[in-house]
């Protein structure tokens, strides 16, 4: 059996390029021909940041040329899903000895085919300028073809895999579809079987984008001044605008270090406390990770990081002044943070790349017969 995982952006290497990986790796282990159709990218480069060396010398690559936009920006999101669209149903009408589709990126690049089609989903219709922007009609007027299109491919889609049961909820309420929650696999083990010294250092991980919300981070650093505190985290090409303003708004005991989190673990393995500022999150692999390598968690009371963070794990804050206290209460009594960090770590397991791996491959037999 011939499974095809689509993933045109492979280059953004975030949490659903991991995605993406490890269910290559499931379709191998269920003994399936696995073939990842993609837009052109660096073999190496990917391997290496998600340390998965030899991963493409098993797996298929069905690629073609990168989108460049010519385009004005207005008209750049229409632009890049007819793009991918054609690009991807010119590929599999070359190569169309395939049984299965498993979408891993966008509903939006879902192809055209009679064969079955699995969708792994992050987030439902989600359109940044209206979540940003909250209920501007231009924007929704922008979107409404777009709306259109994702509902339509929709109906392609046999079977629905939600990242969350936040995730799930929303896609029941959004697409009137049912799906399966599978929590997406987190790098878990790269903490195991290691000490690390704890210093008074409270950090989060997160592409500087604004719906990170990293100036959430920055107030509560200047609630507490006596604290180091690290951002560890990538600007998108072309979208430093916002890391620009950050650095601007940034207290003196905030530090900014751009690279990858692969590269720096060190600095996550030595702080006390991790903060996730983002609202609504479909999941949160960096909590996941934060927790493996004996952080507390901290996170925003909303979306899917309720259901990494529960009772006795870690704190859920609705403002940055609770954060700021929760922090402080952690910093004070080494007891209760060495408590919930030994909690925190054994919570991962059940988030790991294996667990993710194991429920995928049972999910891919169903439909090799």
């Not at 207290?251 to 270090?257: M, Q, R």
């Not at 990858?260 to 996730?276: E, I, M, S, T």
Request: with cysteine; net charge positive.
């Amino acid at each position: 059996m011939r499974t095809i995982v689509v993933h045109p952006r492979m280059s953004v290497q975030g949490g659903g390029e991991r995605v993406a990986l490890h269910s290559l790796k499931a379709a191998v282990r269920a003994g399936q021909t696995a073939c990842l159709v993609s837009e052109d990218f660096d073999v190496a480069e990917v391997e290496e940041f998600f340390a998965c060396e030899g991963l493409f010398s098993k797996v298929e690559r069905l690629t073609y040329p990168v989108f460049r936009p010519r385009l004005v920006r207005r008209l750049h999101l229409y632009h890049q899903l007819f793009y991918h669209h054609r690009q991807i149903n010119k590929l599999l009408s070359r190569h169309p000895d395939f049984q299965l589709v498993l979408s891993t990126q966008d509903i939006g690049y879902v192809p055209s085919t009679e064969r079955p089609i699995l969708q792994y989903c992050y987030f439902p219709d989600y359109f940044s300028h209206i979540e940003a922007e909250g209920s501007s009609p231009l924007w929704k007027l922008y979107y409404w073809p777009a709306r259109l299109y994702y509902h339509q491919r929709v109906k392609h889609v046999d079977k629905f895999l939600s990242t969350s049961e936040y995730t799930r909820h929303l896609v029941r309420k959004v697409w009137d579809r049912d799906s399966t929650t599978l929590y997406p696999p987190c790098p878990v083990d790269l903490y195991k079987s290691s000490a690390f010294v704890k210093d008074n250092v409270v950090v989060t991980v997160a592409r500087l984008v604004p719906e990170k919300r990293i100036e959430d981070f920055l107030e509560i650093a200047r609630n507490l001044p006596a604290l180091k505190f690290v951002v560890i985290g990538r600007t998108q090409s072309g979208k430093s605008g916002y890391y620009d303003t950050l650095q601007r708004a940034a207290p003196a005991n905030t530090f900014f270090i751009d690279a990858p989190l692969r590269k720096v673990r060190n600095v996550l393995a030595g702080a006390k406390v991790y903060v996730h500022c983002t609202r609504n999150e479909q999941f949160g692999i960096a909590i996941v990770e934060a927790m493996a390598a004996g952080c507390v968690p901290v996170v925003h009371d909303s979306g899917g990081p309720r259901e990494i963070v529960t009772q006795g794990v870690g704190y859920r804050w609705k403002n940055t002044f609770e954060a700021s206290q929760q922090i402080s209460k952690l910093m004070e009594d080494d007891e209760l943070r060495k408590s919930l960090s030994q909690s925190a770590a054994s919570r991962v397991e059940m988030f790991s790349s294996e667990a993710f791996e194991s429920s995928l491959v049972g999910t891919l037999k169903e439909y090799s017969n």
